[in-house]
């Protein structure tokens, strides 16, 4: 039987085209902004009239290297940048200039226990074996910044497992932390974007102690799913001493502006074990279909 041979392609590649570029000769038409190749030209993408382009190429990119990586869903850890791992701790509170900045590293030491909790529910997450197509099912994803988020890409790389950052370009620029996968890790300019890459493959959503980005993440994701717009699954909040002070979710049902069912939402845990043994039963019986 003869084999059957593709067709050539009609067109070149755009690599063939961008690479041919490189050597035209030069003059002043060749030298003009308007004679480079559209998608060459990154003053022309960074216009104000290309913001959906660019939207578009965001949204994009994660998701093709993301698919490429056989990275079928995600367990994506939320939490403050600002919390120090236990071994720094004290250097915190020994750096401090006054009793108010002495009080605040002594809170923040209160915290730092759940980064070597984070870190250990990383570690059970990424021993979840390949499906049956050789996909890779509850892979870590993080902020790809410090504090929390380095606990959880830390995690992944003790046994040896590949893990998701999304990082974001700040004021202060925010580095990747060093046990990101290379290859996996991707940096946005629109937090709305960022946002939606935590959660398209997203399958359980551990929230540590945090600020006002891990409440935009965390609330944002609780709206998502008590107006239906995102599928149900486990929310593990993390230190219910923290929140409690922090946030009255009894009070939003006692007043009426939420339902006293949408607290079911939340799935309060304190150790690693239990975190990911309530994830386990949660889809042990069914609920994600």
């Known amino acids: 039987m003869t084999e059957t041979v593709p067709p050539k392609r009609i067109f070149p590649t755009s690599k ?16 003009s902004a308007a004679y480079k190749l559209a998608f ?19 949204l994009l990119k994660p998701e093709l290297f993301l698919e490429e990586a056989g990275i079928a869903s995600t367990f994506v850890f939320y939490g403050s940048a600002r919390v120090p791992e236990p071994a720094k701790a004290d250097e915190m509170i020994a750096a401090a200039r006054d009793d108010r900045q002495r009080a ?25 074996p390949l499906d049956a197509e050789g996909k890779r099912q509850f892979v870590v994803c993080s902020g790809g910044g410090p504090s929390f988020m380095e606990a959880a890409n830390r995690g992944a790389a003790d046994m040896g497992r590949e893990s998701v950052g999304l990082n974001i370009v700040l004021p202060h620029e ?35 102690p945090g600020g006002f980005g891990t409440f935009d993440e965390m609330f944002e994701l609780l709206t998502l799913i008590q107006t239906g717009k995102v599928r149900p699954m486990p929310i593990l909040l993390f230190g219910r001493d923290f929140w ?46």
């Open 244 to 289: 409690n002070r922090v946030v009255d979710f009894q009070a939003l049902a006692d007043e009426g502006v939420i339902s006293q069912h949408d607290l079911d939402l939340i799935t309060w845990c304190e150790s690693a074990e239990q975190a990911w043994a309530a994830v386990q039963s949660y889809y042990a019986d069914g609920s994600d279909e």
């Open 40 to 58: 060459q030209d990154t003053d022309f993408l960074l216009r104000e009239d290309l913001r959906p382009v660019r939207f578009q190429l965001e």
């Open 174 to 208: 925010q580095l990747p932390n060093p046990y990101v996968t290379p290859d996996l890790s991707f940096q946005f300019h629109y937090f709305a974007l960022r946002k939606m890459h935590f959660l398209l493959r997203a399958r359980a959503v551990a929230v540590f």
């Open 104 to 128: 605040i590293a002594e809170r923040l030491k209160a915290k730092s226990h759940y980064y070597d909790i984070a870190r250990e529910l990383a570690r059970l997450v990424s021993q979840h």
């Open 16 to 31: 063939v085209d961008a690479q041919a570029a490189k050597h035209v000769p030069s003059s002043p038409q060749t030298e």
